[in-house]
């Protein structure tokens, strides 16, 4: 039996939970929200034990229970002292939200914090887990559209339709020393941007060399923001191999009954034998995923059309799978798929790309 600890109860924490629930090898123990009120709604609005114990101080959390898994979802500037305050209490598994950390610097405290105890220090990311998503990069992994040389993401940002978020999540996002990222704050590139990072660094598993990036401004939101980059090569690829990251916004759009943020994803990938297209992300289950023209994969080669449907079309059936994937990473002592290392790569390009539009110029990552 696993002991399992969540400090924050924001509106995310609705869907990280889901994983915890009904599993015989699980327990949640404790919740920690700044406002105790809110973890105590939580806990009746999931029905969960009246004996979870309550705090609002995520360190004296830590502190009083005995934990094997930490759940950190609290805003990002608090998620390098919550990780080495956790690691240094010995919890095995920590489980941090994103972004990682606000700098390099604080990412590397975090690992070799994690290091020194033996903590196994995972960067939560949920989109990789979705399952048109893994399916797409099952295909693009074992070759069918050849080698790939080209990614593009479009993320289409809407204000209409959606959870009802509280004014008072937001107030923190609007601090550039919580949010990070560029010197006025990146509410897109370091927020939700960071899926869009993870996936272009995921599919192609290669590091980047080089960023480039267009960054305007809309009513506080860095954005539209454009942002070009060229992979390193490690190996060898029949061609050189580049992507662009779109964050285009809709103020008037309404995003067709989400369940969940006004918000989609839109992913392109050509390769050496054919162009693969991933519709849907975050909205995935609304209207649009019923069209036929907005299959979850498209897939064109060798003079075919190919589509791609049966999927279970609900973004949190990724939130599911990430934390399924978590557990047995924590109770097998297994690498995670993001690792703090491997979520300071993603952490380098997206700084990388903010930093491009400070100086005016390509940055190159080394």
Same mark, same amino acid.
């Given at each position: 039996?696993?002991?399992?600890?969540?400090?924050?109860?924001?509106?995310?924490?609705? &869907?990280?939970? /889901?994983?915890?629930?009904?599993?015989?090898?699980?327990?949640?123990?404790?919740?920690?929200?700044?406002?105790?009120?809110?973890?105590?709604?939580?806990?009746?609005?999931?029905? &969960?034990?009246?004996?979870?114990?309550?705090?609002?101080?995520?360190?004296?959390?830590?502190?009083?229970?005995?934990?094997?898994?930490?759940?950190?979802?609290?805003?990002?500037?608090?998620?390098?002292?919550?990780?080495?305050?956790?690691?240094?209490?010995?919890?095995?598994?920590?489980?941090?939200?994103?972004?990682?950390?606000?700098? &390099?610097?604080?990412?590397?405290?975090?690992?070799? +914090?994690?290091?020194?105890?033996?903590?196994?220090?995972?960067?939560?990311?949920?989109?990789?887990?979705?399952?048109?998503?893994?399916?797409?990069?099952?295909?693009?992994?074992?070759?069918?559209?050849?080698?790939?040389?080209?990614?593009?993401?479009?993320?289409?940002?809407?204000?209409?339709?959606?959870?009802?978020?509280?004014?008072?999540?937001?107030?923190?996002?609007?601090?550039?020393?919580?949010?990070?990222?560029?010197?006025?704050?990146?509410?897109?590139?370091?927020?939700?941007?960071?899926?869009?990072?993870?996936?272009?660094?995921?599919?192609?598993?290669?590091?980047?060399?080089?960023?480039?990036?267009?960054?305007?401004?809309?009513?506080? /939101?860095? +954005?539209?923001?454009?942002?070009?980059?060229?992979?390193?090569?490690?190996?060898?690829?029949?061609?050189?191999?580049?992507?662009?990251?779109?964050?285009?916004?809709?103020?008037?759009?309404?995003?067709?009954?989400?369940?969940?943020?006004?918000?989609?994803?839109?992913?392109?990938?050509?390769?050496?034998?054919?162009?693969?297209?991933?519709?849907?992300?975050?909205?995935?289950?609304?209207?649009?995923?019923?069209?036929?023209?907005?299959?979850?994969?498209?897939?064109?080669?060798?003079?075919?059309?190919?589509?791609?449907?049966?999927?279970?079309?609900?973004?949190?059936?990724?939130?599911?799978?990430?934390?399924?994937?978590?557990?047995?990473?924590?109770?097998?002592?297994?690498?995670?798929?993001?690792?703090?290392?491997?979520?300071? +790569?993603? &952490?380098?390009?997206?700084?990388?790309?903010?930093?491009?539009?400070?100086?005016?110029?390509?940055?190159?990552?080394?």
């Amino acid at each position: 039996m696993l002991n399992v600890g969540l400090a924050g109860t924001g509106v995310i924490f609705d &869907l990280n939970i /889901l994983g915890y629930l009904n599993r015989e090898d699980v327990k949640i123990t404790c919740l920690c929200n700044r406002t105790v009120e809110k973890a105590k709604r939580k806990r009746k609005k999931f029905n &969960l034990d009246s004996n979870i114990r309550l705090y609002s101080d995520y360190k004296e959390m830590i502190d009083n229970e005995d934990l094997d898994i930490l759940e950190i979802l609290l805003p990002h500037h608090l998620h390098a002292d919550a990780t080495i305050h956790a690691a240094q209490k010995g919890i095995k598994g920590i489980s941090v939200q994103k972004p990682m950390a606000l700098t &390099l610097e604080e990412a590397d405290n975090m690992i070799n +914090a994690c290091k020194n105890s033996g903590s196994i220090l995972s960067i939560y990311e949920n989109f990789v887990f979705a399952p048109h998503i893994m399916k797409a990069k099952e295909l693009l992994d074992n070759d069918y559209i050849g080698d790939p040389s080209s990614i593009r993401i479009k993320t289409a940002i809407g204000t209409k339709g959606g959870w009802e978020i509280p004014e008072s999540a937001e107030i923190w996002r609007k601090d550039p020393k919580k949010i990070g990222g560029g010197s006025d704050g990146s509410p897109i590139l370091f927020d939700n941007g960071w899926h869009a990072f993870s996936l272009a660094w995921w599919f192609f598993n290669e590091e980047i060399e080089k960023v480039f990036s267009w960054i305007d401004n809309f009513q506080g /939101l860095d +954005a539209p923001a454009y942002v070009m980059f060229k992979y390193k090569q490690a190996r060898e690829h029949l061609i050189p191999q580049y992507g662009n990251l779109e964050f285009a916004l809709m103020p008037e759009m309404n995003f067709l009954d989400s369940k969940y943020y006004p918000v989609d994803e839109f992913i392109e990938i050509i390769a050496s034998r054919g162009i693969m297209k991933i519709n849907q992300g975050t909205s995935i289950g609304n209207k649009m995923s019923d069209s036929e023209i907005f299959p979850p994969i498209v897939i064109i080669r060798d003079g075919k059309v190919e589509t791609y449907k049966e999927f279970q079309k609900d973004w949190r059936h990724s939130f599911i799978n990430a934390t399924n994937y978590f557990i047995d990473v924590i109770k097998n002592n297994k690498d995670p798929i993001l690792s703090g290392e491997q979520a300071r +790569a993603i &952490l380098k390009f997206n700084l990388a790309a903010i930093k491009s539009v400070e100086q005016g110029k390509e940055i190159f990552l080394d």
